[in-house]
């Protein structure tokens, strides 16, 4: 019998990008360096959620920036501490005036009309039997649109948008989690672009059962593959930013 498998969207992308990487990062926690645009990236999200919480409280969102800023803050120092700081990014000195500006753009560029319905709510799908998909969806409106919140260096395309399998998981987690797991579903992608001056995208976007249903099959195959133990490297152009690159580097002479 197959042992149960309990995955995230993410380690599922991770895994479908480089195998020895998901590995490093999920099975032998290797030791990894920590880039200034993934420590931003997991900070800013710290930052989105004070925000989206006035919203819930009917509150406008420039109203609780400074709380914003602070729980930002106090991310991105905690990020840091998880790995050494990447020598070749010299993008942590300006870390922490990066990460402000988005969360100020997004504090201004938030609708004032959307309504939550659940912030930062983990919830979990059965593929199969023995594999489980489990994932954090940033925000959830009232008339069921999923929100997901990205800091990205440029705007995406919507083609891009379209084809993101980690927004098909969010969909489908929604789904099964409210009982409509064969209902088309609606996103919407808040984008805050690291721009000299910061702007926000919203990318409306949505999710078809023909969706879901490729993507049961993808992280079927996924969990095979990690129970299987293949791993090998997919050496590509993002190689020289991955985190675990020395250690990679070493396993291989």
Known sequence: MTNPLVLRPTAVQTYLSCPRKFFF????????????ALAIGTAFHKGAEVLVSALKARRNPT???????????????????????????????????TGI?????????????????????TVAAQITPEITLRGTTDLVLT????????????????????RDLQFTAYALLRGETDGTPDQPRNLAI????KTKVPAVHIHPTERTPRDFAVYRDIVT????????????????????GC?????????QR
């Open 190 to 193: 808040v984008e805050v672009t």
């Open 101 to 121: 500006g988005l969360v100020r753009a997004l504090a201004n560029g938030l609708p004032t009309d959307w309504q939550p319905a659940q912030i930062e709510e």
């Open 25 to 36: 990062a999920n099975i032998e926690n290797a030791p990894r360096v920590v880039s200034a």
């Open 243 to 251: 985190g675990y690159r020395e250690v990679c580097t070493l396993s």
């Open 143 to 162: 008339d069921g649109t999923i929100v997901d919140f990205k800091s990205r260096a440029r705007r995406s395309n919507p083609a891009d948008i379209r």
């Open 63 to 97: 109203e609780v920036l400074k709380e914003a800023e602070a729980s930002y803050e106090e991310a991105l120092e905690f990020e840091r501490t998880l790995g050494d700081p990447d020598p070749e990014d010299d993008r942590f000195d300006t870390a922490k005036d």
């Open 221 to 240: 195959k996924v969990a095979r593959g990690i129970q299987a133990g293949i791993d090998p490297p997919a050496p590509s152009s993002f190689c020289g």
